[in-house]
């Protein structure tokens, strides 16, 4: 079956626009990542779905990030005011039930540049 | 705060060569711990995924060991191939916390023809 998918793949916007990244997870994964991924570094942690329910936003860095899952399969990340230090690859992930026990998968990412 | 530490940064073998990646997690109170690749620009591909009961587990040419008690973790590539090329990640998920993975920064394969 087809696996995460992620839109778009290359984002080119503006210091102070907004912008919405998508995730389509792996049909029937309860279970949605979403991590950052800056040049050099592994993935950091940004939110995490059970469901519709985020059950984890520790990682979300200010109030200018926001995510969305309203119906337990898509997923938006959504990014108020970009700002310059925004600029990485946010990557999705999605898991059967939950990460502690099953495998993630990860789609191919989604490369933001804030000029 | 869960932090994971690879060793090497980088790597640059002869095909053919066996070698060991090395990752240390600094909580010992894991769930599993994961092993990925990424190629540039590309997502990561999960590889082995080990429960926190379980000491190894295998795939092909690719065996990964887990000594929690030391909060360590190798993975072994036997037979190294320039296909194996790629930036290899390890990640653990912490018990008491979320269902989030704490990633190292990598280690970065060459493997030459």
């Known amino acids: 079956g087809a696996g995460v998918s992620q839109t778009p793949s290359n984002k080119v916007t503006e210091k102070g626009k907004y912008v919405e990244l998508r995730c389509d997870p792996i049909?029937?994964?309860?279970?949605l990542y979403w991590y950052r991924q800056s040049l050099g570094q592994g993935p950091e942690f940004l939110i995490y779905?059970?469901?519709?329910?985020?059950?984890?936003d520790s990682g979300l860095p200010n109030d200018r990030f926001f995510a969305v899952r309203p119906e337990g399969s898509v997923s938006t990340l959504k990014i108020q005011r970009t700002e310059r230090g925004d600029s990485a690859v946010y990557l999705c992930?999605?898991?059967?039930?939950?990460?502690?026990?099953?495998?993630?998968?990860f789609g191919p990412g989604t490369r933001l540049t804030v000029l | 705060k869960q932090e994971v530490t690879q060793i090497p940064a980088a790597l640059s073998v002869p095909e053919g060569e066996n070698l060991v990646l090395n990752c240390s997690f600094t909580d010992s109170a894991i769930y599993n711990l994961q092993w990925f690749r990424q190629d540039p620009g590309k997502g990561l591909t999960s590889l082995l995924l080990i429960q926190s009961s379980q000491r190894e587990q295998t795939s092909g040419r690719l065996n990964a060991s887990l000594d929690k008690s030391s909060g360590r973790s190798t993975l072994y590539i036997a037979a190294s191939q320039p296909g194996d090329s790629a930036t290899y990640l390890c990640?653990?998920?912490?018990?008491?916390?979320?269902?989030?993975?704490?990633f190292g920064k990598g280690t970065k394969l060459t493997v030459n023809p």
């Open positions: 990640a653990s998920i912490t018990q008491g916390g979320s269902e989030k993975l704490v």
């Open positions: 049909s029937g994964h309860t279970a």
């Open positions: 779905f059970q469901g519709t329910g985020a059950a984890d």
């Open positions: 992930a999605s898991s059967s039930k939950r990460g502690s026990t099953d495998t993630q998968y």
